[in-house]
């Protein structure tokens, strides 16, 4: 296969996931995976766990900086930013085109839109469960798969908190309910200090340290002293740091670190941005503070999208870019139920929003949009390019090679995490049906579908997501 064929193919894919991007980022995990290495075998299951563990510590849209980590892999530079742009466009052009309409249509449009969105849970969800057994049944040896399903066990009960008690009925309170980058942080923690090395001071001080930290980020707030929060993460980087300078003692010294490449990614992201800023500057003043402003937000973007719709809140309606009416009104709740990275769509609609106040016509809002789009995915690629950078130079050290022995098991985790979240998000559905559980219920039987489907009749991802969706609309609309 030529490389233009092999470029129109990976593209292609990416877009399409595009389109399915339901759930958060880590739900489109396994959905990649499944098409990049199962089905095209584009990369290696090495090389995919590397992208995802870059893209897992690194801020902006998760599966925008898999698919550019693939891309980047596959052809360089080009491959970097339009493989990010082949994921993070369906998601933009479907929410630039419901802002749009929206003034034009009824709410039943938007329910229909849940009801898609149901087909599509249902899909997602065979695969996270695919991927969960799959971390599972791929360890060979007895004592590290116990230890892979304790690891499983221990995220998932430290992040499902919040999910949990929403789907509970009556007010509880979530103790735990700690946040992905909070999983990371004690994860590359215990790496870095211990680097897999265990004696009785490592883990007791080990112990020590994570459980202060769950009691200062866990809901109940058992530790809320800022003194006491501020020494822990002191020592927590001071421990990391010495554990990472004692192994990179042992590094190559005449070893030649390259960031030339790196470089030349960043430089080919900002021209990206400028060639579309250009023309946003004759419609509006605030063109350059916008992106200024829209790259400190995809820079602060950990902890998902509802966190960077709290950071774009900030950002944007605090400083009266725009209105609050127009972001919680209108932007919130259609980047919340549409496919996509939320820190795309949100970057593009409030451009648009930008866009059409300053010059009072669409096509301005739509020329300020593609400049938000594109900021958001020449942010995402460039952190991503310059952890990538770091990792080229640096991934022979233990210290990585335990980090990509152990993200898949705690993505896993998060992954269990996700799947409560989508039964959530059928719950919170805006129909006329009172009981949700019924819902659910459908959820289960397009699921049970969608595995015969798959594992019996071995049909095509796509033709399955698709079926997905004719049941869910066919199924809620007559039922």
Same mark, same amino acid.
């Given at each position: 296969?030529?490389?233009?064929?092999?470029?129109?193919?990976?593209?292609?894919?990416?877009?399409?996931?595009?389109?399915?991007?339901?759930?958060?980022?880590?739900?489109?995990?396994?959905?990649?995976?499944?098409?990049?290495?199962?089905?095209?075998?584009?990369?290696?299951?090495?090389?995919?766990?590397?992208?995802?563990?870059?893209?897992?510590?690194?801020?902006?849209?998760?599966?925008?900086?898999?698919?550019?980590?693939?891309?980047?892999?596959?052809?360089?530079?080009?491959?970097?930013?339009?493989?990010?742009?082949?994921?993070?466009?369906?998601?933009?052009?479907?929410?630039?085109?419901?802002?749009?309409?929206?003034?034009?249509?009824?709410?039943? &449009?938007?329910?229909?839109?849940?009801?898609?969105?149901?087909?599509?849970?249902?899909?997602?969800?065979?695969?996270?469960?695919?991927?969960?057994?799959?971390?599972?049944?791929?360890?060979?040896?007895?004592?590290?798969?116990?230890?892979?399903?304790?690891?499983?066990?221990?995220?998932?009960?430290?992040?499902?908190?919040?999910?949990?008690?929403?789907? &509970?009925?009556?007010?509880?309170?979530?103790?735990?309910?700690?946040?992905?980058?909070? =999983?990371?942080?004690?994860?590359?923690?215990?790496?870095?200090?211990?680097?897999?090395? &265990?004696?009785?001071?490592?883990?007791?001080?080990? !112990?020590?340290?994570?459980?202060?930290?769950?009691?200062?980020?866990?809901?109940?707030?058992?530790?809320?002293?800022?003194?006491?929060?501020?020494?822990?993460?002191?020592?927590?980087?001071?421990?990391?740091?010495?554990?990472?300078?004692?192994?990179?003692?042992?590094?190559?010294?005449?070893?030649?670190?390259?960031?030339?490449?790196?470089?030349?990614?960043?430089?080919?992201?900002?021209?990206?941005?400028? =060639?579309?800023?250009?023309?946003?500057?004759?419609?509006?003043?605030?063109?350059?503070?916008?992106?200024?402003?829209?790259?400190?937000?995809?820079?602060?973007?950990?902890?998902?999208?509802?966190?960077?719709?709290?950071?774009?809140?900030?950002?944007?309606?605090?400083?009266?870019?725009?209105?609050?009416?127009?972001?919680? !009104?209108?932007?919130?709740?259609?980047?919340?139920?549409?496919?996509?990275?939320?820190?795309?769509?949100?970057?593009?609609?409030?451009?648009?929003?930008?866009? &059409?106040?300053? !010059?009072?016509?669409?096509?301005?809002?739509?020329?300020?949009?593609?400049?938000?789009?594109?900021?958001?995915?020449?942010?995402?690629?460039?952190?991503?390019?310059?952890?990538?950078?770091?990792?080229?130079?640096?991934?022979?050290?233990?210290?990585?090679?335990?980090?990509?022995?152990?993200?898949?098991?705690?993505?896993?985790?998060?992954?269990?995490?996700?799947?409560?979240?989508?039964?959530?998000?059928?719950?919170?559905?805006?129909?006329?049906?009172?009981?949700?559980?019924?819902?659910?219920?459908?959820?289960? =039987?397009?699921?049970?579908?969608?595995?015969?489907?798959?594992?019996?009749?071995?049909?095509?991802?796509?033709?399955?997501?698709? =079926?997905?969706?004719?049941?869910?609309?066919?199924?809620?609309?007559?039922?």
């Amino acid at each position: 296969m030529s490389d233009m064929n092999k470029l129109k193919m990976f593209l292609s894919s990416m877009f399409k996931i595009g389109l399915i991007g339901f759930g958060g980022g880590n739900a489109l995990i396994p959905v990649i995976e499944k098409t990049a290495l199962d089905e095209q075998k584009l990369i290696t299951k090495d090389e995919y766990d590397e992208d995802v563990m870059i893209a897992s510590i690194t801020p902006g849209a998760l599966p925008v900086e898999i698919s550019a980590g693939i891309g980047r892999r596959l052809f360089g530079e080009r491959g970097l930013l339009l493989g990010a742009t082949a994921m993070a466009l369906p998601g933009v052009i479907i929410t630039i085109f419901m802002i749009v309409i929206m003034s034009k249509i009824n709410e039943g &449009l938007l329910e229909q839109v849940s009801i898609i969105a149901l087909g599509v849970y249902s899909f997602i969800c065979c695969l996270l469960i695919e991927y969960v057994i799959g971390t599972i049944k791929t360890e060979k040896d007895s004592h590290t798969r116990l230890y892979i399903v304790v690891v499983i066990i221990l995220v998932t009960t430290l992040v499902c908190g919040k999910n949990l008690y929403r789907l &509970l009925p009556g007010e509880r309170f979530s103790l735990l309910s700690l946040s992905t980058i909070h =999983i990371f942080a004690m994860a590359f923690f215990v790496i870095f200090y211990t680097r897999g090395r &265990l004696n009785w001071t490592k883990i007791i001080v080990t !112990s020590v340290c994570i459980m202060m930290f769950i009691m200062c980020n866990c809901k109940a707030r058992i530790i809320d002293n800022t003194i006491v929060k501020g020494s822990l993460y002191f020592v927590m980087i001071v421990l990391g740091l010495n554990g990472f300078l004692i192994d990179f003692k042992g590094e190559d010294k005449e070893k030649d670190y390259k960031i030339k490449k790196t470089v030349r990614e960043l430089l080919l992201c900002v021209i990206a941005v400028g =060639i579309f800023a250009i023309p946003a500057c004759f419609v509006t003043g605030e063109t350059i503070t916008f992106v200024k402003q829209g790259m400190i937000s995809s820079v602060l973007s950990f902890g998902g999208g509802d966190a960077y719709l709290t950071v774009a809140d900030g950002l944007f309606v605090n400083t009266n870019m725009i209105t609050e009416d127009e972001f919680y !009104s209108l932007l919130v709740p259609l980047v919340n139920v549409l496919p996509g990275s939320i820190l795309c769509k949100t970057l593009s609609g409030v451009g648009y929003f930008i866009g &059409l106040n300053h !010059s009072g016509h669409i096509i301005g809002g739509i020329i300020v949009a593609l400049v938000g789009f594109m900021t958001s995915v020449t942010a995402s690629c460039g952190v991503f390019s310059i952890v990538s950078g770091i990792y080229d130079n640096f991934g022979s050290l233990d210290i990585f090679k335990l980090i990509k022995k152990w993200i898949r098991p705690i993505v896993s985790g998060l992954l269990v995490n996700v799947i409560l979240s989508l039964f959530v998000q059928v719950k919170k559905m805006n129909t006329s049906q009172s009981n949700w559980t019924v819902y659910l219920g459908y959820v289960f =039987i397009i699921y049970l579908v969608d595995e015969l489907l798959r594992r019996k009749f071995k049909v095509k991802n796509e033709i399955v997501a698709l =079926i997905s969706v004719l049941l869910s609309v066919v199924i809620c609309n007559i039922c």
